[in-house]
């Protein structure tokens, strides 16, 4: 544990927005997880919301600096690509 004061505070502020990356993370796998499961349902309707929130979260995480924007373009990629598969 830091004995200066602004490192103290530097451990607390990292530790918070670790938390809060931590939470936009999970939350931006359970969109695609939730997706994936529409798929293999065969649910068309529900996918293609499911869809839309899952690449809205994988842009925001861009954003954010959480995802770096071409790992993000291949993950949209690929769902849509599930997507197609289920429709075609």
Known sequence: ???IKSAIKRTK???KRRMHRAAQKSA???SIK???TAVEQQDTEKAG???R???RKLDKA???GLLHKNAAARQKSRLDQKFNQLNG
């Open 1 to 3: 544990m830091p004995n």
């Open 13 to 15: 502020t990292s530790e």
């Open 28 to 30: 931006m796998r359970t």
């Open 34 to 36: 939730n997706f994936l």
């Open 49 to 51: 919301t499911l869809l």
């Open 53 to 55: 929130e899952a690449k």
């Open 62 to 64: 861009v954003t954010k």
